[in-house]
Structure formats: structure tokens, C-alpha cells
């Protein structure tokens, strides 16, 4: 048996950093062996430290409970995985800085999303991206810096990868449903989401409208080249826990049937030759009921990592709609992480 790989979880007390610790234990691949968080967590144990909001309805792992909270320095975690559920106010430096210490940083935060050497990666969809690595070698040696989408545009991105690829998506609308566990801990506050709806969440929309272009499009071997797809997004926090619900509506650059856009659903497995340990086998589930998907029901659908697509129908705007959840802090966040670790260790950059 080969030894796990040691990885650090930087943000380790946050609601995505929670994530981590869960979706982390007992992984086949990675250990968890150190934590790090703010000097306001330092110092105590991960349980002492999480003591009261620690939300999940699993217990805390018992080999990460007693591990001391560090700050976030590089020096003496004897990690090779830095995972980092982030504040945005402070991911920007400390990533770089464990980049270049050596360690592979797989990040949650939006700084590093849109630098024109960092993949923003989703395993599925854009692969080839992961060559932009070797650019970084200049900042970073042998250190590096792979991040994953925002929350509500991974959804989006991953029902629309497929259709993009066999036939060219031109133009999207999209309205969100963004679940509470999308703002963090405490987050929202209760006065202001129970009973009601927020139409605005800071920064969301440009996130959608510029980062979807980023991953549907191409490495060109020197740069990134964006796709040419017009997105118009309004985003909107909801009364749900987790799982961010869509309305999508796109146009295709071909004319194409109904049964041919299920058809590139279904038959979508990119990564099945590789058996990594999170990827669904089905990343894009179709359900066939009018009412569905739905946060409740839908949003752990291949252990969180599936995107769930239902109600697709002719749309008199763009040619077409649907509706699409996926699970925030999973598949938007922890788990596409974990995911992103996993296809950089397949592809030996670890
Ligand atoms: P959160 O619950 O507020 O957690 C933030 C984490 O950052 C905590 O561990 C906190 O440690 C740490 N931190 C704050 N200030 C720090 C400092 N000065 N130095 C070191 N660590 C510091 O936020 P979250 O929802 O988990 O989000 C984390 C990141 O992931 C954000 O960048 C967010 O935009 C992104 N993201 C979130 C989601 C989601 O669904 N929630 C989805 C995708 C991406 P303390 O506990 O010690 O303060």
C-alpha cells in the first residue's frame, strides 16, 4: 500500500474548510495533517475551535479533532496539498505564499481565479487547461496554484460543457437560487433571509459572466482563449441551506433536437477512464419529472459531485431552457477541489 499524500486544509474552520475535513476523511489518496485557520483559531484544537459551528451532520473526524489550528504559514506542516477555503480578503497572498514554499494549493477563493497561468479547472470539462501549469513554474517552482469555479457558475458550466463542445453555446441567461451556506458562517443573517428573497449577492454576477467564458474555452499552449459565449446573469440568495437552483436559458450555434442535447448528457463521461475517487459517474443527471430538480431532494446526487438538470424545454428568447442545482459546498466547492487534487495527482503534477 503507498502512503497517503500529507495535505493542509488552509480555512480549515470556515463553512467550505468544514467540507474539506468531511469530504477528506477516510479519502484513499489524501490525509489531512495539519489545519490552519485565523491567529483567532490558533492554538486551539480543531475541535475547540469549530466548538459551536461546526454545522455538518457528521462528526468532526477523531484525526482532526485533536490536531492544533496553526496560522497560515507554510514552514513545518510537512504537507505536499494545501486546500484552501479561504476568506477572498486574505486567500490572495497566503496562497501565493504556499505556492511558492512548494506546495500545490487547490483553491476554493476567487483571487487566483482569473491569473492568466492558473487553471480554473473543472476536471470534466476542461482538462487540457492543467498545461498552463508549467507557466507557473516561473513564480512558483515547484509549487502551484490550481483553483476551482465559483459556486453557481460550476452548475452552469458543467450542464452547458458538453452541449459547448459538440455544438457551440452562443448566449446564456441565467437567474439563481443561491442557498445561505454560499455566504459562509454565520453569513446571511436570519432577519434578512427568512421569509424572503435577496436579489443581490456582492460581485456574483460579474463572477458568472466572466469565469464560464474562462473554463468553456482553450489553452492555447501560451495563453487562455476565452469562448465566445455571452452570458447575462442576476443572482439571488434564497431561504435554502444548500444547493444553488438555476434557470438557465442558452442558444446553441447549431440547430439541434431535443433528444440529441439529452443524448450529450447522458453519453458525457470524460473521466471515466481514470477512476478517480470523487468523480460521479454521471456528471450531468437528467430528471425527466416536471418539478424537479429541487435543493431538498436533488442537491446530493452522486455524493454532491453530479449536476442535476431537469425541465429542458424550448425557450422563445434563445432557443432553449432548463433548470440545474448543484450542491454549493461540494460540488461548488470542497468536493471540486478534492476533485481538481485528485486529477493533478492522475496526471502526475503532484
Ligand atoms: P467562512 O465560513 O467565512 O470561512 C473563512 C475561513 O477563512 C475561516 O477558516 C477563517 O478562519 C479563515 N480566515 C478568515 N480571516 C483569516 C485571516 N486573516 N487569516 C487566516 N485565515 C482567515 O467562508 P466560506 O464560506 O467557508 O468561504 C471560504 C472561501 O471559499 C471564500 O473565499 C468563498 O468565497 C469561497 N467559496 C465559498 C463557497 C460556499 O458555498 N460557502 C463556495 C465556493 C467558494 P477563522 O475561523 O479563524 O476566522
Redesign the pocket.
Known amino acids: 500500500m503507498t502512503a497517503k499524500i500529507p495535505c493542509a486544509v488552509?480555512?480549515?474552520?470556515?463553512?467550505?474548510?468544514q467540507r474539506f475535513i468531511q469530504l477528506l476523511e477516510g479519502h484513499p489518496w489524501f490525509e489531512v495533517v495539519a489545519v490552519?485557520?485565523?491567529?483567532?483559531?490558533a492554538g486551539q484544537s480543531y475541535s475547540g475551535?469549530v466548538d459551536g459551528r461546526w454545522k455538518l451532520p457528521t462528526r468532526i473526524p477523531e484525526n482532526v479533532g485533536g490536531l492544533t489550528v496553526k496560522?497560515?504559514k507554510p514552514a513545518d506542516l510537512n504537507a505536499r496539498i494545501a486546500f484552501s477555503?479561504?476568506?477572498?480578503?486574505?486567500?490572495g497572498s497566503?496562497e501565493e505564499e504556499f505556492a511558492r514554499a512548494g506546495y500545490a494549493v487547490v483553491s476554493?477563493?476567487?483571487n487566483h481565479r482569473m491569473d492568466a497561468d492558473v487553471p480554473l479547472l473543472v476536471p470534466e470539462a476542461n482538462e487540457s487547461h492543467l498545461k498552463a501549469i508549467e507557466l507557473q513554474r516561473k513564480r512558483f517552482g515547484r509549487g502551484l496554484i490550481v483553483t476551482d469555479p465559483?459556486?453557481s457558475t460550476i452548475g452552469m458550466a458543467l450542464a452547458l460543457a458538453p452541449l459547448h463542445q459538440k455544438w457551440g453555446v452562443e448566449k446564456v441567461g441565467v437567474v439563481t437560487m443561491q442557498a445561505i451556506?454560499?455566504?459562509?458562517?454565520p453569513g446571511v443573517a436570519s432577519l434578512d433571509v427568512v421569509d424572503n428573497v435577496v436579489p443581490y449577492i456582492a460581485g456574483e454576477e460579474e463572477k458568472m459572466e466572466t469565469e464560464a467564458k474562462k473554463i468553456l474555452g482553450k489553452w492555447s499552449g501560451t495563453a487562455f482563449e476565452f469562448a465566445p459565449v455571452t452570458v447575462s446573469a442576476s443572482c439571488n440568495r434564497v431561504p435554502t441551506v444548500d444547493g444553488h437552483l438555476e434557470s438557465v436559458s442558452f442558444s446553441l450555434r447549431a440547430q439541434v433536437e431535443r433528444e440529441e442535447i439529452m443524448e450529450a448528457w447522458r453519453t458525457w463521461k470524460p473521466l471515466k477512464a481514470l477512476k478517480l475517487p470523487s468523480a460521479p459517474e454521471q456528471p450531468v443527471v437528467y430528471r425527466e419529472e416536471a418539478d424537479r430538480p429541487q435543493p431538498r431532494l436533488d442537491r446530493m446526487e452522486g455524493h454532491g459531485m453530479s449536476v442535476v438538470v431537469g425541465r429542458l424545454r424550448e425557450c422563445p428568447l434563445l432557443g432553449w431552457k432548463m433548470s440545474v442545482l448543484s450542491h454549493?459546498?461540494i460540488r461548488?466547492?470542497a468536493g471540486a477541489a478534492i476533485l481538481n487534487a485528485e486529477l493533478l495527482k492522475a496526471r502526475g503534477y503532484l
Do not use: K
Request: proline content about 0%; some cysteine; glycine content about 20%.
Open positions: 488552509l480555512g480549515a474552520t470556515g463553512a467550505v474548510g490552519c485557520a485565523s491567529e483567532r483559531s475551535a496560522e497560515c477555503g479561504l476568506d477572498a480578503g486574505v486567500a497566503i476554493n477563493s476567487r465559483n459556486c451556506s454560499g455566504a459562509g458562517y454549493n459546498t461548488g466547492a
